[in-house]
C-alpha cells in the first residue's frame, strides 16, 4: 500500500501570509503514460465534508480560489495557500488514487497566529 | 447539479447489524466510482473503500475487507455501506463521495453519516 505522510502535523500562519504544506509518498504516483500526477488536496472544516481543492496535483478544483495552488511530482507535493484568509483555518489532507487502497495522509491542521 | 444525500445518524450495540446509505443525483449514477470515508472522532480520513455502480465491482482498504460490504442498488441510484457485526470501535461518521472520471479524486461529498456503537 503507498503511504502518505504530511508535514508538519499543525501550522499557524499570520492573516495575509504564506502556508506551505507537504506530503510524500512511498511510491511514485506519477503515471508515465500520461504524465500525471494521482494525488489531491482536500480542506475539511469542522462540521462540514471535506471539499476537493486540488487534482492531479496542480489542478485547481471548480470554484477554488487562485490563492491555492498545488506543486510537486513523483513523491513529493507541495500545497501553497497565499495570503491566508480566517476562512481557510480547517485541516488540510493529501490523497493519493494511483492504486487501490487509495490512502490520505494523516492531515495537516492549520490555524492562525 | 450532483448532490449525495446520506441517510442520518445510528446508534447500535456491539455485535448488532447496520446498513447505511447514500443517495446520488444531479447524474449519470453508473458511470462513476462511489467511495466511503471513516473519520473516527479526532482522528484524520481513512480510506474504507469503492464501487462502481455500473457492474458493482468493489475494492477495500486492508482495515476494512471482510468487516464491512458496500453495494448499491442502481434502480434508485443509491450506495451503501454495511456491517455484520459492529465493533465499539466502527465508531465514527462515514462520509460518501463521487470519484471523479475513471475512480479519481473525491470531487462531491455527502453530508456524512454519524455511527455510534455502544452498549
Known amino acids: 500500500d503507498i503511504v502518505m505522510t504530511q508535514s508538519p502535523e499543525s501550522l499557524a500562519v499570520s492573516l495575509g501570509e504564506r502556508a506551505t504544506i507537504s506530503c510524500k509518498s512511498s511510491?511514485?504516483?506519477?503515471?508515465?503514460?500520461?504524465?500525471?500526477?494521482?494525488l489531491a488536496w482536500y480542506q475539511h472544516k469542522p462540521g462540514q465534508p471535506p471539499k476537493l481543492l486540488i487534482h492531479w496535483a496542480s489542478t485547481r478544483a471548480s470554484g477554488v480560489p487562485d490563492r491555492f495552488s498545488g506543486s510537486g511530482s513523483g513523491t513529493d507535493f507541495t500545497l501553497t495557500i497565499d495570503s491566508l484568509q480566517a476562512e481557510d483555518v480547517a485541516v488540510y489532507y493529501c490523497h493519493q488514487y494511483d492504486n487501490t487502497p487509495y490512502t490520505f495522509g494523516q492531515g495537516t491542521k492549520l490555524e492562525i497566529k | 447539479e450532483v448532490q449525495l444525500v446520506q441517510s442520518g445518524a445510528e446508534v447500535r450495540k456491539p455485535g448488532e447489524s447496520l446498513r447505511i446509505s447514500c443517495k446520488a443525483s444531479g447524474y449519470t449514477f453508473t458511470d462513476y466510482w462511489i467511495g466511503w470515508v471513516r473519520q473516527r472522532p479526532g482522528q484524520g480520513l481513512e480510506w474504507v473503500g469503492i464501487?462502481?455502480?455500473?457492474?458493482?465491482?468493489?475494492r477495500y482498504g486492508p482495515s476494512f475487507q471482510g468487516h464491512v460490504t458496500v453495494s448499491v442498488d442502481k434502480s434508485i441510484s443509491t450506495a451503501y455501506l454495511q456491517w455484520s457485526s459492529l465493533r465499539a470501535s466502527d465508531t465514527a461518521i462515514y462520509y460518501c463521495a463521487r470519484h471523479e472520471g475513471d475512480g479519481y479524486s473525491l470531487d462531491n461529498w455527502g453530508q456524512g453519516t454519524l455511527v455510534t456503537v455502544s452498549s
Open positions: 464501487v462502481y455502480p455500473g457492474d458493482s465491482d468493489s
Open positions: 511510491q511514485s504516483i506519477l503515471y508515465s503514460s500520461n504524465n500525471k500526477n494521482y
